[in-house]
């Protein structure tokens, strides 16, 4: 069973409803959905689950907030490790997060993707960074590291964070991970994390790797690392579709099947087809067809133009069905729009947003990795930072490695964007009239 049924069955979109459930735990959850055939046994989820749900009894009565003043005087409380979750594509890895996540016992806990979490973190130091007074003319500028007060803001909010999705593709990210940790670390924040990569391949080939290969000793000290990998992709199993959703350009009338697709759900809208401004972060970015909670875009319009996670998630925010027209190939040449891409289906799978695609190639056949493919502009970039060809080939910016890899998931999230449970568990209209 995919992370996506599991929250059907659970009934919750982040917290479970345990008590109705009556279980008492994670574990004891995950025995009662195999006992009454919504989740099938998996020996490897269950392992897993059986450490999330000591870590669920240890963390019982815990707190890293000081009860009193005299607090400082006497000996911290021992901070328990987290874990570091790992495997494959579909697995359960999330499932099984969330399912400790709605079991943790305080209200200081957070449950984030860790694109968002990034997110946050890169505004809030621009927050500090502003705050700071104006140097005077002809006065150096006092260097200010705003990291330490930004997890300490966050460690305030939180004694518990779980991070769905935990990738380091962004030297910005790459270079404050160790220190940002470590001093969550410090304030007592227990983390549970979730990542197709193990620790030590983390910003694998990436630029300026050594400045992070640290953070991955910090990230070993502070959390133990389970692997969940049973060998089945549960979100590619046959399971009953939502309809076609998936089409490829060369079928007939394929633009007035995707029309009516369109205007079948802009019906049912509050609202007429127009442009739609969206405001991120003090941008403006437009999108040049939408109706009420459905945007019709292409994917030049999406991919191809300056966009990121945030402009992603405001569009999960706003729109729960999203077309998305003439996907090509993506080759090496096209490396940024894949990133961007991976990156958007990330945002609206954890969104729960429904997709209509049309596309160039069958789904497991869009990223192409090869020297067939002519990469121009990874040539001129080699150039601009003066590297050889040969020195370049191994960094992952050029080889498009991470790309490949994060790749997967975007297949296997996009198999499961098309069965009829994400579908109904997407409408948003259904579930406003409840």
Same mark, same amino acid.
């Given at each position: 069973?995919?992370?996506?049924?599991?929250?059907?069955?659970?009934?919750?979109?982040?917290?479970?409803?345990?008590?109705?459930?009556?279980?008492?735990?994670?574990?004891?959850?995950?025995?009662?959905?195999?006992?009454?055939?919504?989740?099938?046994?998996?020996?490897?989820?269950?392992?897993?689950?059986?450490?999330?749900?000591?870590?669920?009894?240890?963390?019982?009565?815990?707190?890293?907030?000081?009860?009193?003043?005299?607090?400082?005087?006497?000996?911290?409380?021992?901070?328990?490790?987290?874990?570091?979750?790992?495997?494959?594509?579909?697995?359960?890895?999330?499932?099984?997060?969330?399912?400790?996540?709605?079991?943790?016992?305080?209200?200081?806990?957070?449950?984030?993707?860790?694109?968002?979490?990034?997110?946050?973190?890169?505004?809030?130091?621009?927050?500090?960074?502003?705050?700071?007074?104006?140097?005077?003319?002809?006065?150096?500028?006092?260097?200010?590291?705003?990291?330490?007060?930004?997890?300490?803001?966050?460690?305030?909010?939180?004694?518990?964070?779980?991070?769905?999705?935990?990738?380091?593709?962004?030297?910005?990210?790459?270079?404050?991970?160790?220190?940002?940790?470590?001093?969550?670390?410090?304030?007592?924040?227990?983390?549970?994390?979730?990542?197709?990569?193990?620790?030590?391949?983390?910003?694998?080939?990436?630029?300026?790797?050594?400045?992070?290969?640290?953070?991955?000793?910090?990230?070993?000290?502070?959390?133990?690392?389970?692997?969940?990998?049973?060998?089945?992709?549960?979100?590619?199993?046959?399971?009953?579709?939502?309809?076609?959703?998936?089409?490829?350009?060369?079928?007939?009338?394929?633009?007035?099947?995707?029309?009516?697709?369109?205007?079948?759900?802009?019906?049912?809208?509050?609202?007429?087809?127009?442009?739609?401004?969206?405001?991120?972060?003090?941008?403006?970015?437009?999108?040049?067809?939408?109706?009420?909670?459905?945007?019709?875009?292409?994917?030049?319009?999406?991919?191809?133009?300056?966009?990121?996670?945030?402009?992603?998630?405001?569009?999960?925010?706003?729109?729960?069905?999203?077309?998305?027209?003439?996907?090509?190939?993506?080759?090496?040449?096209?490396?940024?729009?894949?990133?961007?891409?991976?990156?958007?289906?990330?945002?609206?799978?954890?969104?729960?947003?429904?997709?209509?695609?049309?596309?160039?190639?069958?789904?497991?056949?869009?990223?192409?990795?090869?020297? &067939?493919?002519?990469?121009?502009?990874?040539?001129?970039?080699?150039?601009?930072?003066?590297?050889?060809?040969?020195?370049?080939?191994?960094?992952?910016?050029?080889?498009?490695?991470? &790309?490949?890899?994060?790749?997967?998931?975007?297949?296997?999230?996009?198999?499961?964007?098309?069965? &009829?449970?994400?579908?109904?568990?997407?409408?948003?209209?259904?579930?406003?009239?409840?």
């Amino acid at each position: 069973m995919s992370a996506d049924e599991v929250r059907q069955v659970l009934g919750y979109s982040g917290e479970a409803q345990q008590a109705a459930e009556g279980f008492h735990g994670p574990l004891d959850h995950y025995s009662g959905l195999i006992r009454d055939g919504s989740l099938r046994e998996d020996e490897h989820q269950r392992a897993v689950m059986q450490t999330l749900d000591q870590l669920h009894k240890t963390l019982r009565g815990y707190s890293n907030t000081p009860i009193s003043f005299f607090s400082k005087f006497f000996p911290k409380p021992k901070v328990p490790k987290g874990y570091y979750i790992y495997g494959d594509v579909g697995t359960g890895k999330t499932m099984v997060m969330d399912m400790f996540y709605s079991y943790v016992e305080t209200e200081k806990k957070k449950r984030v993707h860790f694109h968002g979490f990034m997110l946050d973190v890169h505004k809030r130091i621009h927050r500090l960074k502003q705050s700071m007074p104006k140097r005077k003319v002809g006065k150096m500028a006092k260097s200010y590291d705003p990291i330490a007060p930004v997890a300490e803001e966050i460690s305030e909010e939180a004694c518990v964070l779980c991070f769905d999705e935990f990738q380091v593709t962004d030297i910005a990210d790459a270079l404050i991970l160790k220190q940002l940790f470590e001093n969550l670390f410090l304030k007592g924040v227990v983390v549970v994390a979730t990542s197709n990569r193990p620790p030590e391949d983390l910003y694998k080939n990436g630029l300026q790797r050594v400045n992070f290969v640290p953070f991955i000793a910090v990230l070993q000290k502070y959390c133990q690392t389970l692997r969940l990998d049973s060998g089945i992709d549960y979100r590619r199993r046959n399971r009953p579709s939502a309809g076609k959703l998936y089409f490829l350009a060369g079928e007939p009338d394929v633009e007035a099947t995707l029309d009516k697709m369109f205007d079948e759900l802009a019906f049912k809208q509050n609202d007429i087809t127009r442009p739609r401004i969206l405001n991120v972060n003090n941008r403006k970015v437009r999108l040049n067809k939408a109706c009420g909670t459905v945007a019709d875009c292409t994917f030049e319009e999406l991919c191809d133009r300056p966009l990121g996670a945030s402009d992603y998630l405001e569009m999960s925010r706003l729109f729960d069905t999203v077309f998305i027209r003439h996907i090509p190939l993506l080759t090496l040449n096209k490396k940024t729009q894949a990133r961007r891409l991976i990156t958007l289906v990330d945002a609206l799978y954890d969104h729960k947003v429904r997709v209509v695609i049309v596309a160039d190639h069958p789904l497991d056949d869009i990223f192409v990795h090869n020297g &067939e493919h002519g990469h121009d502009e990874s040539h001129i970039l080699m150039d601009d930072l003066g590297l050889k060809r040969d020195e370049a080939s191994s960094l992952s910016i050029f080889s498009g490695e991470e &790309e490949m890899f994060a790749f997967q998931r975007t297949v296997s999230r996009l198999t499961e964007m098309q069965t &009829e449970e994400y579908w109904s568990e997407g409408d948003r209209s259904a579930k406003s009239k409840v």
